[in-house]
């Protein structure tokens, strides 16, 4: 039972050009989501987050958008650079809970 | 600042075979996480604890076991392993927990291959 997918397995973007992730969750209970980048041999690494509260949150070339009523969640990196080819992982927290629950990734190649 | 340390980086294990994945983290952080990453299945959580002599199960705890005796230190044990348990396995911390603005940290991970 996968309460937050990632559809799309992989991306490619030219450099310079919007990149847009999408994720998309089936629990109504969520109450606070996060973007998490990852290179190879490491861990991931925090992006961006957003409460349920808000649909919108920005930071530097990250914006991160909340349809509640669409279940979807998207990030959008605007300029994309070559140093963002990484993979990409949505994450969101049931409310009440400590669990953070991710999706399965969407690996980003920006092409120079 | 070392932040969240995993050791070993990798190992090999025969089936049937033990071993403790370790995990310290110095940020003086209460929850700690453990996760596993199977090629096109994302991050599956295993057990977490809330603090010092508390943990929990996750999405998939079949097959670990886990202790927190101190804030800083999280471990992670396999009795018996099998090779459904191969995988790269990331442990986290985090200041606050679920609900709030204290995302996770990782550490780079530890890949198991049980053969």
């Known amino acids: 039972d996968q309460q937050v997918k990632q559809n799309s397995p992989s991306l490619s973007v030219q450099e310079g050009r919007i990149s847009i992730l999408n994720c998309d969750y089936t629990?109504?209970?969520?109450?606070?989501f996060l973007w998490y980048k990852k290179y190879p041999a490491e861990g991931p690494t925090f992006l961006i987050s957003i409460s349920s509260i808000k649909d919108k949150n920005e930071d530097g070339r990250f914006t991160v958008f909340l349809n509640k009523s669409a279940k979807h969640l998207s990030l959008h990196i605007v300029p994309s650079q070559p140093g963002d080819s990484a993979v990409y992982f949505c994450a969101a927290i049931p409310s009440g809970t400590y669990k953070y629950i991710f999706g399965t990734g969407t690996r980003l190649k920006v092409l120079a | 600042n070392a932040g969240v340390t995993q050791t070993p980086k990798f190992r090999i294990l025969k089936i049937g075979q033990s071993m403790t994945l370790q995990c310290a983290q110095d940020?003086?952080?209460?929850?700690m996480y453990w996760y596993r990453q199977d090629p096109g299945m994302g991050l599956k959580l295993i057990y977490y604890s809330v603090g010092a002599g508390i943990t929990d199960k996750g999405e998939v705890p079949n097959g670990y076991n886990v202790s927190r005796s101190t804030t800083e230190d999280f471990p992670l044990r396999l009795e018996l392993a099998a090779p459904s348990q191969t995988s790269v396995y990331f442990c986290a911390s985090s200041y606050r927990g679920g609900g709030t603005n204290s995302p996770l940290h990782f550490g780079n991970g530890t890949r198991l291959t049980v053969t």
């Open positions: 629990n109504s209970m969520f109450d606070y």
């Open positions: 940020m003086n952080h209460n929850y």
